[in-house]
C-alpha cells in the first residue's frame, strides 16, 4: 500500500463545475496536510494546506480533511480551463522526528473542457 | 523577493561521472528539502537540513548520493558514479524553519533534468 493514493486520472470536468480531487494516506500519525498544483513542465505550487478535520476554504478551493477516514480531498468550483493541470497531495507523516518530511501521491490530472 | 533557484537547469553527464547539483534557497527561509521525481509521479523525498544540519537522509537511494549545507543557505546535491537510473528532475525546495510544531509551507525552484548517458 502507498503512502499516500491519488487517482491519477485523468479528470475531465467542464468549465463551470465543481472538480472533486481526492486523496488517502496510511500513516494514522499524519499532523499536516497539502495540496499543490504543477503545471506541465513547471514546479509544484501550492495552493492549500489543512491541518484540523473539517473544511477550509479559500476562494474557490475547498480543503476536507477527516482523520478518522484518514482522507483528504479537493474542491475546486467554477473550474476554469485555467486549472487544468496536476494536482498533488502531499502529507507531512512527523511521527518520528522529521517534522519536515513530505510524501507525496502520484497526483491527479485535471482537465477543464471549456 | 527571488524564488528557489537551482543550477544547472539541465544537465547531460555520462554514467560514472560525478554530477553536483546546487540550490540556493529563499532568503530567510532556515529549512531546504531536496526531492526526486520521476515523470508522472510526484515528488519523492530525498533529504532536508534545518541550517546547516541534516535532519533526514533517509530518502537518499544509496551512498552514491549525498548531500551538504556547509554555511546553512545554499546546498549542493551531489551524485557520484551516475547510473542512467539516475536520470530524473532534481527538486530543491525551501520553507520557514520547521520543528514540532508541524511542517511549514514548501516552495519549489525549477529543478535540474539530469539525464545520464
Known amino acids: 500500500q502507498k503512502e499516500v493514493e491519488q487517482n491519477s486520472g485523468p479528470l475531465s470536468v467542464p468549465e463551470g463545475a465543481i472538480a472533486s480531487l481526492n486523496c488517502t494516506y496510511s500513516?494514522?500519525?499524519?499532523?499536516?496536510f497539502f495540496w499543490y498544483r504543477q503545471y506541465s513542465g513547471k514546479s509544484p505550487e501550492l495552493i492549500m494546506f489543512?491541518?484540523?478535520?473539517g473544511d477550509k476554504e479559500d476562494g474557490r478551493f475547498t480543503a476536507q480533511l477527516n482523520k478518522a477516514s484518514q482522507y483528504v480531498s479537493l474542491l475546486i468550483r467554477d473550474s476554469q480551463p485555467s486549472d487544468s493541470a496536476t494536482y498533488l497531495c502531499a502529507v507531512n507523516n512527523a511521527g518520528g522526528t522529521s517534522y519536515g518530511k513530505l510524501t507525496f501521491g502520484q497526483g491527479t490530472i485535471l482537465t477543464v473542457h471549456p | 523577493g527571488a524564488g528557489v533557484s537551482q543550477s544547472p537547469r539541465y544537465k547531460v553527464t555520462k554514467r560514472g561521472q560525478d554530477v553536483a547539483l546546487r540550490c540556493d534557497p529563499i532568503?530567510?527561509?532556515?529549512?531546504l528539502y531536496w526531492y526526486r521525481q520521476a515523470l508522472g509521479q510526484g515528488p519523492e523525498f530525498l533529504t532536508y537540513?534545518?541550517?546547516?544540519?541534516?535532519?533526514?537522509k533517509s530518502g537518499l537511494p544509496n551512498d552514491r548520493f549525498s548531500a551538504e549545507r556547509p554555511e546553512g543557505s545554499i546546498s549542493t546535491l551531489t551524485i557520484q558514479r551516475t547510473e542512467q537510473r539516475d536520470s530524473a528532475m532534481y527538486r530543491c525546495?525551501?520553507?520557514?524553519?520547521?520543528?514540532?510544531?508541524?511542517?511549514?509551507?514548501?516552495?519549489f525552484g525549477p529543478g535540474t533534468r539530469l539525464l545520464v548517458l
Open positions: 489543512i491541518y484540523s478535520n
Open positions: 525546495a525551501s520553507s520557514l524553519a520547521v520543528g514540532a510544531s508541524g511542517a511549514k509551507t514548501q516552495y
Open positions: 500513516d494514522r500519525g499524519s499532523q499536516s
Open positions: 537540513f534545518n541550517y546547516e544540519a541534516q535532519q533526514d
Open positions: 532568503s530567510g527561509h532556515v529549512s
